[in-house]
């Protein structure tokens, strides 16, 4: 019966733990029975998510990283990833594609992939308190039973 | 981080495994670097084949590997991108600016 199904885990902003982190979403999203297409994009917001808490909240030190996934009505994986790091000044700016406040090894394109591969992107943010990002990602139903 | 790549008329051809983010980019990143500066290739191919998976990190890898080829004047070429990190390196536009050789079958 219709118990909605959640979890949620805190590790360390290590970046061991970004293989860990998708992977573990992955096989909570399992149950939505999402083609390899979806878990790819899903995989992908969920790494981007994690690394920036990793490489841009915590920059100098280790600090909790916070991933809530539930499964909402309607076929829908809903993700929290949340930091207590040092916030983001201006979102806006963050959002631009390109844009990076890391060095050479990054791309500026996390935010940009996850606004595109996710049905849902909302990104909140206080400087020196945390950011978090909320998304939602609908799993298209397909034939068969369920 | 260990990988495979061969040489054969100044083309130097380096296949990336397994998972590429954050984590595995850096050194990746270095081996790459390593091998066109001792190859001094006039074309470098990068062949996915073997990866698993992308995040935009791998975008740094491919941006860093072609800056270093534009130095040389030579050129890069990505092969057998799988469909996953194919959608990433699309995400940031790179079809336009490196050649796709061979994409991956579906
Ligand atoms: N969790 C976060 N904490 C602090 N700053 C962040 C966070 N996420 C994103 N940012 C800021 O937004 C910028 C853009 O992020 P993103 O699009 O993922 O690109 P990249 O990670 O390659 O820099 C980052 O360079 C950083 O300045
Ligand atoms: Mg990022």
Known sequence: MK??????????SKS???????????????????????????????????????????????????????ILPDNVLDLVVKDRGRGIENIE?????MFTTGGDDRSGMGITIMESFMTEFHLSSTPGKGTTVHMK?????????? | MKLTSFVQDRQLTIALTGE?????????????????????????ILDFRDVRFMDSSGIAVVLHALRRMNMLQGRL??????????????????????????????
Request: contains cysteine; glycine residues 4%.
């Open chain 2, 77 to 106: 070429l990505l092969q057998n991108i799988p469909a996953q990190p194919y959608k990433v390196l699309r995400a940031a536009g790179i079809e336009k600016i490196t050649e796709i050789k061979e994409e991956c079958p579906k």
């Open chain 1, 137 to 146: 990602r609908k799993i298209v139903r397909r034939g068969g039973k369920k």
């Open chain 1, 93 to 97: 700016q963050a959002r631009t594609p």
């Open chain 1, 3 to 12: 118990g909605e199904n959640y979890m949620n885990l805190e590790f360390p």
């Open chain 1, 16 to 70: 061991a733990n970004e293989a860990f982190a998708r992977a573990a979403v992955a096989c909570f999203a399992a149950q939505l029975d999402p083609t390899l297409d979806e878990l790819g994009d899903i995989k992908t917001a969920v790494s981007e998510a994690v690394t920036n808490c990793i490489v841009h909240a915590y920059p100098d030190e280790l600090g909790p990283v916070i991933l809530k996934a539930r």
């Open chain 2, 20 to 44: 590429i983010d954050h984590h595995s980019a850096k050194e990746i990143m270095d081996t790459v670097s390593d091998k066109i500066d001792v190859y001094m290739p006039l074309r470098c």
